[in-house]
């Protein structure tokens, strides 16, 4: 049910930004990039986790766990770059708004979107092959609800030190690296938004803002505590509980806050809920005119 929700709430912003031109901005653009990784990166973890549980053939091979790791991976990272880059946007509308629309061009915003793809496709590529050279020694069970790179790590030999520098530390890049131009871009919008005389426009600008700045706190928080924190030890409940979460109810969550928080997506919805309604009322008249029996002649 969660995982038809993500789907239909992160298609339904998809198509108004492609319907509305009002929402043919860069931030919009943006959000349908946005958009489109929560469906990969739920699908990747979610009709998997779905089959194992109806089926309860709980085994996967090797290939497999290995290629949904680097998919889970790929679309994590390609996210919180996504989110940056929003970030971003907003900083740029807000506090530089006569530059924004000579930088924050069609083919710029091209470049940025492509460039975070890019990124996202490289950094999984290195634990990836590492643990596919890997002997996995003891037991084969994996301790979650889908292949992650913690629990696999854990599973290979016991000399996994690089490894585990490396995955933390590229994690660190990412995750904070994202975060910081996050907060560095919300430090000079709050400051801006407080130096606004009109109270209508302090108000416009913190709703468009807000349904960002409250997907990167949800999102961020549980990752960062998911991965860059130190060894919980033998914790597997926990992180298991927290995978869900980012992996599961977060992406189900960010349709809501997007549409439920902005005023130009539900005046779009609204829009398209109306043109929907008035082609089925033009549809039934048609109908109903094609149907209308002859007179029969006297």
Request: proline letters at 5%; aromatic letters at 16%; glycine letters at 4%.
């Amino acid at each position: 049910m969660i995982y038809m929700l993500t789907l239909l709430g992160n298609i339904i912003l998809i198509s108004l930004t492609r319907w509305d031109t009002n929402l043919r901005t860069p931030m919009y653009f943006f959000l349908t990039s946005f958009s489109f990784i929560e469906i990969g990166y739920t699908t990747v973890t979610v009709p998997r986790m779905l089959f194992d549980l109806v089926s309860g053939n709980k085994t996967i091979s090797f290939k497999s766990c290995l290629t949904q790791m680097y998919f889970f991976f790929l679309f994590g990272t390609t996210e919180f770059l996504i989110l940056a880059l929003m970030g971003f946007d907003r900083y740029m509308a807000i506090c530089n708004p006569l530059h924004y629309t000579n930088l924050m061009n069609k083919r710029f915003c091209y470049q940025l979107v492509f460039g975070s793809w890019i990124s996202g496709c490289m950094v999984p590529t290195v634990p990836t092959i590492v643990l596919s050279r890997k002997p996995f020694c003891g037991s084969k069970i994996i301790n979650h609800f889908f292949c992650d790179v913690g629990p696999l790590v854990k599973l290979s030999s016991p000399d996994t030190f690089f490894l585990d520098v490396f995955v933390f530390m590229i994690s660190a890049i990412v995750v904070l690296g994202s975060l910081l131009l996050v907060t560095v871009s919300y430090v000079f919008i709050i400051s801006a938004i407080f130096r606004m005389s009109s109270s209508s426009g302090r108000r416009k600008t913190f709703s468009t803002c807000a349904s960002h700045f409250l997907v990167v706190t949800i999102f961020f928080g549980t990752v960062i505590f998911m991965y860059i924190r130190p060894s919980s030890g033998e914790n597997y409940e926990m992180d298991k509980a927290i995978s869900i979460f980012y992996s599961v109810v977060t992406p189900a969550l960010n349709p809501l806050i997007y549409s439920l928080r902005n005023n130009e997506v539900k005046k779009a919805l609204v829009k398209a809920l109306e043109r929907k309604r008035n082609s089925w009322e033009d549809f039934g008249v048609v109908y109903s005119i094609k149907l209308k029996p002859r007179p029969r002649p006297r």
